[in-house]
């Protein structure tokens, strides 16, 4: 034991009673917790982390070829989300809701490639029914059979519920029988009550946001799970929320992956408020946070890095600090973007292999349910070309 915990090269003693748990497979509780966040001593709680996860997965490095699609970003949440830049009103000036064939056409740009997963987020419209979602589903299953669908928040769940007077259950099952594979972990932020009501009064609750994840593991979806960091909370309620997602997935192991959120400032109330605008998150918590989270979430079983809202630079080197799976391919991502996010919306397909390899990682294509799809790759896949005038036409909602 004394020879690990010297190989790891701690220089902040708090950390080690933490890496003895660690190094023992044993559970770390809200003060281990509070210690990793409070340590400055970043690459000894990277190299914990990378212990972590190298006992877990090895030097596997999991990413999906998949694309975003955004059906609306008309939400009725617009003016108490505080730190959001997507969302419109409906008349609002760049305000937009999608007809399924529009979606249909986006989606084309799978056709021939290696897309295996479409991501589908959008605002809260008061208008649209359970129906634009569920012939959205089966449409795109129709014409893309082999393509999984991750589709729609906890809160878009819950929403929809109440659009349609129905129960959150009662959605989700109409959702799977339309082809939904499994649920994106937005709309969590932080579980915290006084957070939540300073920059998102009127969004769901964190309990309902673990009942809708709750209920959809128990009709057999898996979802993933995530945290937005770096606005007004704290290192305490950050492991509370951590402490409520592995409290959950002891109880139903429906978590595929945990993403921590970068927020971003620009373009929205809160970054005003603050006077945060043009200040994202720092590579030390994007890091942190990473690093963090494997240690504390030992049952979940991958930790996700979102290039888009952190840089593929610093996401590659994440792939040291305990993060094992990335994000895709994406071809073309806004809510992020719309909130001052600097990075492509697009990766190619070699340039993640790329830049996992360039980690000193072996790359590993997985589907949405995080099952080896491809491992080699002396020859890579065709590579899709985003058409700047091939996206269907913008209509205010």
Known sequence: MVEALDALQLRDPALRPVARKVLDDARLDAADGLALYATADLLGLGRLADFANAARNGDR????ANQHINPTNVCVLR???TFCSFARMPKEEGAYTRSLEEVFHEAEQARGMP????????GLHPKLRLSYYTDMLRGLKERHPHVHIKALTAVEIAHLARVERSTEREVLVALRDAGLTSL???????????VRATIAER???GEAWLRVHRTAHELGIPTNCTMLYGHVETAADRIAHLTMLRTLQDETHGFLTYIPLAYHPDHNELGEELGRIGTATTGFEDLKNIAVGRLF?????HIKTHWPMVTPFLSQIALGFGCDDVEGTVVYERVYHEAGAPTQMHMP????VRLIRGAGKRPVERDSLYRTVRE???EPPPEPLLRRGGLPVVHAA
């Not at 397909?349 to 993640?352: A, I, K, N, Q």
């Open 349 to 352: 397909y070699p340039e993640l």
């Open 297 to 301: 979430l030992d049952n979940v079983p």
């Open 61 to 64: 490095v999991l990413f999906s």
């Open 184 to 194: 994106p972990g937005g709309g969590a932020e932080v579980f915290s009550t006084a």
């Open 79 to 81: 003016n108490t989300c």
């Open 203 to 205: 969004k769901l609750t």
């Open 376 to 378: 080699e790759f002396d």
């Open 115 to 122: 897309t295996r997963e479409f991501h589908i987020v959008g």
